[in-house]
């Protein structure tokens, strides 16, 4: 079962998001919050697995919210939910940690693997937003500057699952390909985002594609 927070400042949205989701046997609705505040709140009282994340709200906007909820609770996983695809909403939460970014128009069938896959350690971005943080990883200057030698301090080993891992495989699936129990993938990612210094998986991601380990 996947426990969802939903955060959004339109009461339309949540509960049509709410009502949605509640179809789904697989998936819990554990929360409703109209800013990133009460998102913090409803996290450390429900514990969620995954928070859908909007970002223009008052009080304190999702890029915020997503920023401090993966600095409390590190297992917890922000997925964006928004209209927004300005170049700045799309790198300023993906920076704060959000592991992945969909469009409100996105179909409902799509957002409920998208929630399942977070939850499970794949990133989704909608192709517009996928097409933006390439350009800006192409272009250097605006992606997270990363040290040559800490790429090159992988073993061939870790190099696969980060290649893997940037392709949006969780590490159950990681293991299956590579024939490994979960538990040694499990440190392998650990081991991966400590040499590389980096947060989180999505982070790891934008690495691979800097560095030209995967494709764009």
């Known amino acids: 079962m996947v426990r969802v927070l939903i955060c959004d400042d339109q009461t ?48 304190m906007n999702g890029v915020q919210a997503t920023q401090r909820l993966r600095h409390r609770h590190p297992a917890l996983r922000v997925l964006v939910l928004t209209t927004y695809t300005d170049d700045a909403w799309v790198l300023d939460a993906i920076r704060a940690g959000a592991a992945g970014y969909l469009l409100k128009d996105t179909r409902r069938d799509d957002l409920v693997a998208a929630i399942k896959g977070t939850a499970e350690g794949k990133a989704f971005l909608a192709p517009t937003v996928a097409g933006k943080l390439m350009r800006q990883v192409a ?3 605006a992606a997270r500057p990363v040290d040559g030698g800490q ?8 190099l696969e699952v980060l290649r893997l891992l940037a392709q949006g495989y969780s590490n159950p699936e990681i293991a ?16 991966i985002l400590q040499k590389l210094g980096v947060a989180d998986r999505t982070e790891a991601a934008v690495v691979a594609l800097q560095r030209g380990l995967v494709s764009q």
């Not at 339309?12 to 109209?34: H, K, N, P, Q």
């Not at 590579?178 to 081991?191: E, I």
């Open 12 to 59: 339309v949205v949540r509960e049509g998001l709410a009502a949605i989701l509640s179809t789904d046997d697989e998936i819990e609705v554990v929360g409703l919050a109209c800013n990133g505040e009460e998102a913090l709140a409803l996290a450390e009282e429900n514990r969620p697995d995954v928070a859908l994340m909007d970002l223009n709200m008052p009080v």
């Open 139 to 141: 272009a250097g200057p």
């Open 151 to 158: 790429v090159e301090a992988l073993t061939e080993r870790e």
């Open 176 to 191: 299956q390909r590579m024939h490994l129990a979960s538990g040694t993938v499990r440190n392998y990612v650990s081991t």
